[in-house]
């Protein structure tokens, strides 16, 4: 498609469950990123696909959270076990020559 | 480290004009701009890249000082469709297009 899609829009959750997101990215671009913006605007990022292949993963808490970029699939973000400070907007955008174009963004409430 | 932005917020008369700076402690391949309305998703200005290659926005034009490792966005003869919150993401070329930001700058258009 010619624009990140990303679902659900919102998502609430109790503290403990289970949480996932999708993302299609735009077809042809090799770079998916994924994003969290908190409340205070600041955007921190999670981790980076080339492809199917994780590039890098450096801003994941690997404890509780996973990410998958699978061939023929949407894009998935999943956290194990929520907090309440994983409450945030999670954005994914995908690249194919440098400028992201996001996703419109998946609100999830941890209560 | 994350880029620092000044100033955290701006308030303009329509047809006035805005300056957006952004500075960082590390070499850059690459800086990008967005601009995010409440509620939105980030939309990409502008990309200005080491070697001087600029590619963005039409009535945005931004600099990149390579040595000094910042940036600025100039909005000239604002509108009120320019408010919005400006991020700067900076790449320091590690291949991946994994983008930076910093805290935003808020900039609020009023007629």
């Known amino acids: 498609g010619e624009e990140v899609a990303q679902t659900p829009k919102h998502l609430v959750r109790g503290e403990g469950q289970k949480a996932k997101l999708y993302c299609a990215p735009i077809k042809g671009h090799s770079y998916v990123f994924w994003y969290q913006q908190v409340l205070k605007n600041e955007f921190k990022f999670l981790i980076s696909?080339?492809?199917?292949?994780?590039?890098?993963e450096t801003g994941m808490p690997k404890e509780r959270f996973s990410a998958k970029c699978l061939p023929n699939s949407p894009c998935s973000l999943e956290i194990q076990a929520t907090k309440l400070e994983d409450s945030a907007v999670y954005f994914c955008a995908s690249s194919q020559s440098g400028e992201l174009f996001f996703g419109e963004g998946s609100r999830l409430t941890v209560l | 480290q994350q880029p620092v932005q000044s100033p955290q917020a701006v308030i303009l008369r329509e047809g006035e004009d805005a300056v957006i700076n952004c500075s960082s402690s590390?070499?850059?391949?690459?800086v990008h701009w967005y601009r995010q309305k409440h509620g939105e998703a980030p939309v990409f200005l502008m990309i200005l890249l080491k070697g001087g290659e600029q590619k963005g926005h039409d009535k945005i034009s931004a600099s990149f000082n390579e040595k000094k490792q910042q940036s600025s966005l100039y909005l000239t003869a604002s509108q009120l469709s320019y408010s919005g919150t400006y991020f700067c993401g900076t790449d320091s070329g590690a291949g991946s297009y994994q983008l930076t930001f910093g805290k935003g700058t808020k900039l609020s258009v009023i007629p």
């Open positions: 696909f080339q492809n199917e292949n994780v590039f890098d």
């Open positions: 590390k070499a850059l391949y690459s």
